[in-house]
């Protein structure tokens, strides 16, 4: 079912109402307006859409924002601890915009040596895409950020790029990432059931 993530809200397009009990509305008579949706929501952090054809109002969201494109992933060490930072009050992982003619694998490495300072990583394989949508400077955007996992051999200690907000960066065990992950946006907390899969 396709997804779309604001901060810890999900909105998911579905065939039929959920069976848990959460909120949902009908494609037919609502507005795919991103802020208007939002309103929809009670104390649950998810809304369901309902559609005959869910991936088509997903686009049709979609459609709504401009789509940027970025690239990220879980950094991994051979002793199986994993790299996350702290970032203007979340943990979260490496990422950032895809640049013009460069490859989603090309955007995850330099955006993962840029933000921890490491040096040699290279990538094991894709993990997914995610999808969250945020207000920029007083217009939505849509942001797809393909995911991977990436191996690091190396012994820099990394230094966290504090111009984009990055105050902290630990090497987490199974036990530290859960926690962390258990707190933060909900893309990473998907990011992560990919990884353990």
């Known amino acids: ?4 993530w604001y901060e810890n809200k999900s909105i998911i397009f579905a065939a039929a109402p959920p069976e848990d009990g959460s909120p949902y509305v009908s494609e037919a008579g609502t507005s795919l307006c991103p802020a208007k949706l939002l309103q929809k929501f009670d104390n649950s952090n998810k809304l369901y859409v309902i559609s005959d054809d869910p991936g088509q109002a ?24 994993v790299l996350m930072m702290f970032r203007r009050g979340w943990w979260d992982l490496p990422k950032g915009h895809v640049e013009k003619n460069e490859t989603h694998e090309a955007t995850a490495l330099r955006e993962a040596t840029e933000e921890t300072g ?16 945020y207000q920029m400077h007083g217009h ?5 950020t ?4 990436m191996s690091y051999t190396g012994f820099e200690q990394p230094i966290p790029q504090t111009e984009e907000g990055i105050t902290e960066i630990r090497w987490c065990n199974h036990a530290e990432r859960k926690l962390l992950a258990a707190g933060t946006f909900g893309t990473i907390r998907e990011v992560f059931a990919a990884y353990n899969d």
């Open 118 to 133: 490491l040096h040699g990583m290279h990538i094991v394989r894709p993990l997914l895409s995610t999808w969250h949508f």
């Open 58 to 81: 997903f686009r049709r969201f979609c459609s709504k924002m401009e789509t940027v494109e970025a690239a990220g992933g879980i950094i991994e060490r051979a002793d199986g601890t």
């Open 1 to 4: 079912m396709p997804t779309a």
């Open 140 to 144: 939505w955007e849509m942001k797809r």
């Open 146 to 149: 393909w995911w991977y996992l």
